[in-house]
């Protein structure tokens, strides 16, 4: 098992440039997560999918779209890349749902700058 | 929603003390508190947990410890080594609408030789 896969690893954009970044996990879980890390402020929830075919808000929604595509995949979107979108970004799966309070499996990460 | 207080932001011990990382949570009815390790350069990955029902869980040189009552959870390292060197974070569940995970904004760990 791969577990969760995320690319690209790296990314530099510049500002207004769209891009879109994709995960995808093979452990048949149902919940997926879209987190970014900055420094100083920890993990921040952007979008979640409970379940295959829903979708909703986190903490920082703005400035981002997702698509549960499957069950295995999760995309996340920039539409308009802004300089405070630098980040890495984390996508997580976990096995029972979002209200399971259980362990989250992480990607190895985005790094992504926007100029 | 959940606010996660974490603390401290680094902490330096020396290699065989012990590490102590605390954190206070504010939604009352969180019932399941992680904890996550991040080393340099890689993803977290979840060290232990503790659920509402039980004051302490360990797993060997981990433990955590849970006061509901004060609502703060605290994760214990003894006999520290190079490579417990890390950013830990902790985490608490928003029992809004989901059960979402809010973190803490992480704790340095450097342990020296």
């Known amino acids: 098992n791969a577990g969760v896969t995320q690319t690209p690893k790296f990314q530099v954009l510049k500002t207004g440039q769209s891009m879109t970044l994709q995960c995808a996990q093979d452990?048949?879980?149902?919940?997926m997560y879209w987190y970014r890390q900055d420094p100083g402020m920890g993990l921040r929830l952007i979008y979640y999918?409970?379940?295959?075919?829903?979708?909703d808000k986190g903490e920082v929604p703005n400035g981002y779209n997702v698509s549960r595509l499957n069950k295995r995949e999760f995309s996340l979107r920039l539409e308009s890349a802004a300089p405070s979108q630098t980040s890495v970004y984390f996508c997580?799966?976990?096995?029972?749902?979002?209200?399971?309070?259980?362990?989250?499996?992480f990607g190895s990460g985005t790094q992504l700058s926007v100029l | 929603g959940e606010n996660v207080e974490q603390h401290p932001s680094t902490l330096s011990v020396q290699e065989g003390d012990s590490a102590v990382i605390k954190c206070t949570y504010s939604?009352?009815?969180?019932?399941?508190f992680p904890w996550y390790k991040q080393e340099l350069g890689k993803r977290p990955q979840l060290i232990i947990d503790i659920r509402s029902n039980v004051g302490e869980k360990k797993d060997q040189r981990i433990a955590v410890t849970l006061n509901k009552t004060a609502k703060h959870f605290s994760l214990h390292i003894t006999e520290t080594q190079p490579e417990d060197s890390a950013v830990y974070f902790c985490a608490a569940p928003d029992t809004g609408t989901a059960s979402k995970l809010t973190f803490g904004t992480g704790t340095r760990l450097q342990v020296t030789l």
């Open positions: 939604d009352s009815a969180s019932n399941y």
């Open positions: 452990m048949n879980h149902n919940s």
């Open positions: 997580a799966s976990s096995e029972l749902g979002i209200w399971a309070n259980e362990k989250l499996f």
């Open positions: 999918s409970a379940s295959e075919g829903t979708t």
